[in-house]
T-cell receptor, first 116, second 116 residues
Framework: DGGITQSPKYLFRKEGQNVTLSCEQN?????MYWYRQDPGQGLRLIYY???????QKGDIAEGYSVSREKKESFPLTVTSAQKNPTAFYLC???????????????FGDGTRLSIL | AQTVTQSQPEMSVQEAETVTLSCTYD???????LFWYKQPPSRQMILVIR??????QNATENRFSVNFQKAAKSFSLKISDSQLGDAAMYFC?????????????FGGGTRLMVKP
């Protein structure tokens, strides 16, 4: 079955350490996204990528970095510059790169990141 | 920038009854898409229903329907014959139709509790 796989499900980070969250999709989607969700709140966009080797900052990109070397993969690195990284991280993808399309985003199961 | 507001942090409904979740949004655009996503305790985001702004007819998906009032910038979700499995966080989301980025702007969410 096609879908989005995020790993690990739970991740712990020490102070001053970078960690990378994995996101892989086999839906042949062009666009991929990373969101952050804090307890009791909605999703905020960190980064997005519309095509391979291209990505743009979202609303809260500071302290995060991404790469898009393959269509299927969009890893997110939480750097030591992110002072409050404890949150739930969701990866999503969508089919269209064309405006005026109602294609929804499909989501992975998320990664919960905690600080030790 | 667009904003999405869900004014009800929590709602409860008796099993088999009907409940309506509110969503308002602010935009200067005339063409856009609106979505309702469900996030159960498993934290996966599941698409419930979508609406194109250019369509006057309200979208329906089985027990789920929307009341889309474009002039009032309102997009409420009605759940009929509520079931225990409907208990979840519900997020309203907005997407512009004017670029290919397909980025979503989410509301803060409404937690729906279903009483047996």
């Amino acid at each position: 079955d096609g879908g989005i796989t995020q790993s690990p499900k739970y991740l712990f980070r020490k102070e001053g350490q970078n960690v990378t969250l994995s996101c892989e999709q086999n839906l042949n989607h062009d666009a991929m996204y990373w969101y952050r969700q804090d307890p009791g709140q909605g999703l905020r966009l960190i980064y997005y990528s519309q095509i391979v080797n291209d990505f743009q900052k979202g609303d809260i990109a500071e302290g995060y970095s991404v790469s898009r070397e393959k269509k299927e993969s969009f890893p997110l690195t939480v750097t030591s510059a992110q002072k409050n990284p404890t949150a739930f991280y969701l990866c999503a993808s969508s089919l269209n790169r064309v405006a005026h399309s109602n294609q929804p985003q499909h989501f992975g199961d998320g990664t919960r990141l905690s600080i030790l | 920038a667009q904003t999405v507001t869900q004014s009800q942090p929590e709602m409860s409904v008796q099993e088999a009854e009907t409940v309506t979740l509110s969503c308002t949004y602010d935009t200067s655009e005339s063409d856009y898409y609106l979505f309702w996503y469900k996030q159960p305790p498993s934290r996966q985001m599941i698409l419930v229903i979508r609406q194109e702004a250019y369509k006057q007819q309200n979208a329906t998906e089985n027990r789920f329907s929307v009341n889309f009032q474009k002039a009032a910038k309102s997009f409420s979700l009605k759940i009929s014959d509520s079931q225990l499995g409907d208990a979840a966080m519900y997020f309203c989301a907005y997407r512009t139709a004017y670029n290919a980025g397909n980025m979503l702007t989410f509301g803060g969410g409404t937690r729906l509790m279903v009483k047996p």
